[in-house]
């Protein structure tokens, strides 16, 4: 049987990004292993937000791999995240592993798929997992007709994705990354 259940939100504004993921774990259809696992992480001197999911093992292998991308490029996330993806494709080994990646710092949001793809939201907000079509449904619409903060609008469209979809609960775990006051 398969680990899944997962919910992974970022938005980003023009203070910075927003990332929150749920605490599930559900094995098949109908199991709910672990309420509070933290599928959000801070990483890079802690200028890089990550979220995972899909299979466990291989999302925490794309994250490590992810992790030593972005020491060797200087905290490059653009760089670090295309480097990935021309691993990802290259190496049959991580082709066949089961998983997405959500990244961001203060100014970029990026999904990482499975087929080595690096993309980047139009409206700077993305989603990923089981739940996430919930999520970036609410979240597109507080974005657009509120004036929540980040942090409010992943907290907010996260609790509505638990609402409606059995593999996300509402045990969320949310990081930000505030831009500097300069803008830089």
């Known amino acids: 049987m398969e680990l899944r259940g997962t919910t992974i939100l970022a938005v980003k504004t023009d203070t ?13 259809q109908s199991v709910a292993m672990k309420h509070g696992a933290r599928k959000v992480r801070r990483i ?9 999911a899909g299979a466990t093992a291989d999302a925490f292998t794309l994250f490590e791999r992810f992790e030593a991308k972005l ?6 996330l653009v760089r670090a995240s295309v480097e990935l993806a021309k691993d990802w494709r290259k190496d049959k080994y991580l082709r066949r592993l089961e998983a997405m990646l959500l990244v ?17 939201p139009d409206d700077g907000v993305a989603a990923i997992g089981s739940g996430g079509p919930y999520a970036l449904a609410a979240a597109r619409a507080l974005v657009r007709h509120t004036g929540l ?21 509402d045990r969320i ?8 006051a300069d803008g830089l």
């Open 71 to 76: 020491e060797e490029f200087g905290g490059n």
């Open 149 to 169: 903060s980040g942090r409010e609008i992943v907290e907010r469209a996260m609790a509505i994705a638990a609402e409606i979809c059995v593999f996300t609960n």
């Open 104 to 120: 961001a710092d203060a100014g970029n949001i990026l999904l990482l798929s499975g087929n080595g793809d690096v993309i980047e």
């Open 16 to 28: 910075g990004v927003a990332m929150a993921g749920d605490g599930q774990v559900t094995l098949g």
């Open 173 to 180: 775990v949310v990081e930000t990354v505030e831009r500097p």
């Open 44 to 52: 890079y001197k802690d200028k890089v937000v990550i979220g995972f």
